[in-house]
């Protein structure tokens, strides 16, 4: 267990990043948003798309960052405050492989198509209780949020699990040879991006595949034995010297899916993970969620852990916002909400028909409906309209009443469907939230969901802003 909660000290920073400081001081957390700085941390000014951020060294010090990594002197802040380096991307990056040299931790690297972020909370939930974890922040997935995430790792911690995303080829790579997994997992293989690969699910495949490159000697993979490029990724592995082992319903997987209850507030889950039964329920509805949670026992086991204990903590996790959390909206009738279902944080034709169909499970209240608000699927490639046409049959099969729709792309699918399941339609999401909340009647039951680009969450807050209150309800 860690005994002390610094992370770096000012000599072990110099050393990563070969910088400059006449400080000597203690690391307790990393920051790059001033926003959020929390005493002890060591902000890193970094430059992007949101702006500069050595414009805000002086605030972080003021909010009680204990120094910052920077490129150049800041006027009002000490030297010794300081660690002044070349880039300050670079020196985060250095801190990670850094951070990752020092540990003994077993690593668990995770990539898939969707259901990234939902299966690495839940294996940072099994995890916890074999020993000490940390688990990337969000969905801190990309060429600053994974160093950012392995940077911020304490040299004692016992398990380490990292997200890794991509939106173009050789951009998982380089992180997967900076996290070097002991453990690597692919949840599944979808045309997520395929707009930006010129040879499509092929180039999706290989893009996934680049996660092998850093799994260390001796390592093992972990793949979705149920989708249809299980045989390329298993070839890709071996070619690696890679073990292989796989999850899902197929016969042949050793952590195999035996039952699944579907319900409204869960799913009750039997399974057999390398000849051991296991029976837990899940509080994340959804015969998807079920098979996913078959990789994060079948890593406990191959890390050698307990899964009867791993599926008890599972039993704990709850749907995170953006990715199907659920709150209860008092639209009038405190005994008869609105139940709100918070899918806003991306989409793809695989997850849209995936929550879909826990829409379906979802009975509304008294005189209530079920209600989809969906925003466009992006970076979809030349069909991208026709892969929003297809949704018309998954929404048809899960019962679902009235459909409104923003965005260019849906708007192929709004006009599309039959008269009596048309809502609104507005261009852009900020335009649709100033509508849906009125037209909400006590006991719906509605589902926002699109790409991060879509800004779907404004609808989000739009509703959570309209009612008397939200309600909480006791779990079931």
């Given amino acids: 267990m860690i005994q002390s909660n610094i992370i770096w000290t000012a000599k072990e920073a110099v050393e990563a990043t070969k910088g400059v400081t006449t400080g000597e001081w203690n690391i307790t957390g990393l920051s790059i948003d001033s926003r959020t700085i929390s005493a002890g941390d060591l902000f890193i000014a970094l430059d992007g798309e949101f702006g500069n951020g050595h414009d805000y060294v002086v605030d972080a010090i003021n909010k009680g960052a204990v120094a910052a990594v920077v490129s150049q002197e800041i006027d009002d802040v000490s030297s010794d405050r300081l ?65 950012y995430t392995v940077a911020s790792m304490h040299a004692g911690t016992d398990y380490g699990i990292f997200e890794m995303g991509m939106n173009n080829p050789n951009e998982i790579s380089p992180l997967s040879q900076m996290v070097k997994p002991d453990i690597a997992i692919i949840t599944t293989i979808s045309p997520v991006h395929v707009g930006n690969f010129t040879d499509g699910l092929d180039g999706i495949i ?39 082992y796989s999850f899902g ?50 890593a406990v086991k191959l890390a050698g852990g307990d899964i009867q204990q791993a599926a008890k903590a599972l039993e704990k996790q709850e749907a995170i916002i953006g990715r199907g959390k659920r709150e209860y909206l008092d639209f009038g009738e405190k005994d008869n909400p609105v139940t709100l279902i918070d899918e806003s944080y991306n ?36 069909d991208s309209d026709k892969l929003h046409e297809d949704l018309a049959l998954p929404i048809k099969a899960a019962n679902i009443d009235l459909v409104y729709t923003c965005g260019k792309h849906m708007k192929k699918l709004h006009d599309c469907l039959p008269a009596n399941q048309r809502g609104g339609y507005r261009p852009n999401s900020k335009e649709l939230s100033q509508i849906v909340p009125d037209v909400l009647t006590p006991g719906d039951v509605v589902m926002v969901k699109g790409s991060l680009g879509s800004k779907m969450g404004l609808i989000v807050e739009a509703l959570r802003a309209f009612p008397v209150k939200i309600i909480k309800k006791k779990k079931v």
């Avoid at 940390?134 to 997935?141: E, G, L, P, R, T």
């Avoid at 001796?218 to 299980?230: K, W």
């Avoid at 989409?347 to 008294?366: E, H, I, N, Q, T």
Wanted: charged letters at 20%; proline letters at 2%.
């Fill in 347 to 382: 989409a793809s034709p695989v997850a849209m028909s995936a929550a879909f169909k826990v829409l379906a499970l979802v009975d509304p209240g008294r005189g209530g409906r079920r209600i989809a608000i969906l925003g466009d699927m992006l970076e979809l490639g030349h």
């Fill in 83 to 147: 660690l002044i380096v070349e880039d300050t991307l670079t020196a985060m990056q250095a801190l990670a492989h850094h951070a990752r040299a020092r540990t003994a931790a077993k690593i668990i690297g995770i990539t898939g198509s969707v259901g990234k972020t939902g299966t690495k909370e839940m294996l940072a939930h099994a995890f916890s209780t074999l020993g000490q974890t940390h688990a990337s922040i969000k969905s801190y997935n990309n060429h600053w949020g994974v160093p």
């Fill in 249 to 298: 319903e197929h016969q042949s997987a050793q952590a195999r899916l035996i039952n699944c209850l579907e319900a409204a507030n869960g799913s009750r889950v039997t399974a057999n993970i390398l000849n051991e039964e296991v029976k837990y329920t899940l509080q994340v509805p959804g015969k998807h969620i079920a098979i996913n949670s078959l990789s994060i026992l079948l």
């Fill in 206 to 244: 290989a893009a996934k595949a680049e996660i092998f490159d850093g799994v260390l000697d001796g390592g093992c993979v972990v793949l979705n034995r149920d989708i249809a490029s299980f045989d390329i990724l298993n070839k890709k592995a071996e070619d690696k010297a890679l073990s292989v």
